[in-house]
Structures are given as C-alpha cells and as structure tokens.
C-alpha cells in the first residue's frame, strides 16, 4: 500500500510539473540581449553597493548636544567618557574602528550599532545626545557629475 | 446655451480601458504588505509595457502619467513626496523606455525592456530622494539595494510580458510596429 501512495504521489507530481511545463511554454526564454542586460545591472549593482562603495574612515567626530568634543584618529586605543543629560557616555576607538562601549540610557540603541569603521556611517545616543561620524573620502562621489 | 462637446475617439478609449486595468493591478499591489518601503513589485508596469508593445510609445506614456495621476487621487496623495517619487519614478522610466524603443527586437526581448525600466523607475526615484527628500549624500546608498529588487521584478515582470504577447495574435502586421 505504501508503495502505490508513493507511486500515486509521483504521478501526481509529474502531472503538476506537465502542467506547469505548459503553462510556461509560450516563454521563449531569455534571449542574447536580455542576459546582456541583465549582466550590465548586476554590474551597476555591484559598482554601487554601499559596502564596496564605503571607504574606510580615518577619523571621527563625537557631539555632545551641538557641541563638537572633538576629532579623533582611529589608529590608537582609547577610551572617551563623554558627559550627557543622563550620565557618561564611553566610546570605545580601538583598531580603526569605534563604538559606544557604555551608555546610561534605557534602550542602549547606540551599544547596539556595534564596531563602526566607514566613513560616514553615525552611531547615535538619542537619550544622552551624543553622537559618533565616521569622516573620511567617500568612494563614489563621481555619481555626481 | 452652448454645451461643450469632446469628440471621444477610439484611441481615448483604448488608453482610459488601459488605464483603469494599471490603476486596478496598482491598488492590489498597495493591498499587499512591503517588507521595506519602496520595495514593489510594481505590476502596473505590466500594463504600460504591453501598452508600449502593441500601441506604442504615445500611449504608454499616456497610459503610465495618468495612472500616476489617477492613483495619487484614490490613495489621498496626489501632490505628497509618495506622488513626486511615484512621478519621478514613471518619467525616468518612461524615458528610458523611449530610448529602449531602439533595441533590436530580435536579441532584446521585454524581459530587457521591463528591467531597463525598472532600474530607471529606482534611479529616478532615488535622485528625487537626493535633491528633495534626504539632501545628504548618504541617500545615494539606497540605489544599489533597491537596483537589486528592481532587476529581480523587473525579470519577473518583462517574463509575465513575454508571455502575454506570446499568447496574443500578433497585431496587424503591415499598420502598426
């Protein structure tokens, strides 16, 4: 009995994919052109895609509500306790990257943006109103001209 | 009293029929929940294609802005960023469906014609976001993201073209292109 089950079941399938080999067969499938078009966009994708396109920051910049504390080089370790309406605040730089080690605020946003390396990307504590940007050169500003 | 009388003519007809079937597929599209805003499939834009294959380009243009238009009134949003970035979406794409008028029939099928389209549907709509929306460079970093969901609708939506014109007699031969 099993086996006629399996058997019944293949049969079925078999007939599901007919039926669905018909309804398919009016696409002609993709032509030369179509496959070059195709190639040209994933090309474009790729050129464009945030991560490749990301350039490594060298510095960044931490704000405390409005006021820049100050520009730091990545290349070192260290540890910046930044003073807020809640408490300090610690960013952590170590390695070319930087991140909010510790925070006073209750939803720890900021710690959980994690390690932080290209440039342009911001790590913010809301709360306690401060901020990380990442500076450095951008890699596609020439989608501009 | 003198009433003013259009003169209807079967054109006008053909692209309000058109027109309604895109603003109809465009509302049960809006009916589907997105994962991420500005991620569609955009199955309108079968429409306007089919459009550009069997009446032309005029046409599909007509067809395209005035579902634009027409949707902007049903959805509340006519003249809200939703309907500049739906516009700037549609007048890229159209432009470039103007271009893509050029492509040999016989390599290029509409599958390159639809993700041609849909690409410029996103650029368009990306650089509105840039000039307008978000004026920060940092907006440039949605077109690489939103390209990718546009060439996999776009394929999807140039297949579901090919096969209706497929499955359609072929229209008159020695009148219309």
Known sequence: MADRGAWSACFTMMQWLARLKRGFQHIDGLLVGDWLTIALCLGLILLYWPEASLGQAKKCQIRQGGQVIGVYDLDQRRRISVKGPLGVSVVQIQQGKVRFSQAPCHNQYCLQQGWLSHA???ALCLPNQVSIILLGERGFDSLAY | MQSIQFKI???DRQIAGLTVLAIGLHMIEASFPSPLPGVKPGIANIV???VLYRFGFATAASV???RVFASGLLFGQLFTPTFF???AGAIASLGVLWLAQALPRKAFSAVSVSVLA??????GQVCLVRLWLIPVPQA???LSPLWLTALLFGISNGLMIQALLNQLAPPHQPSTD
């Not at chain 2, 849909?118 to 650029?123: C, K, L, Q, T």
């Open chain 2, 9 to 11: 003519t079967l054109a």
């Open chain 2, 85 to 87: 970035l739906s516009l």
């Open chain 2, 48 to 50: 306007v294609l089919f």
């Open chain 2, 140 to 142: 440039w970093l949605l």
């Open chain 2, 118 to 123: 849909a690409m410029a549907h996103i650029f």
């Open chain 1, 120 to 122: 342009g990307e911001v």
């Open chain 2, 64 to 66: 395209s802005l005035l």
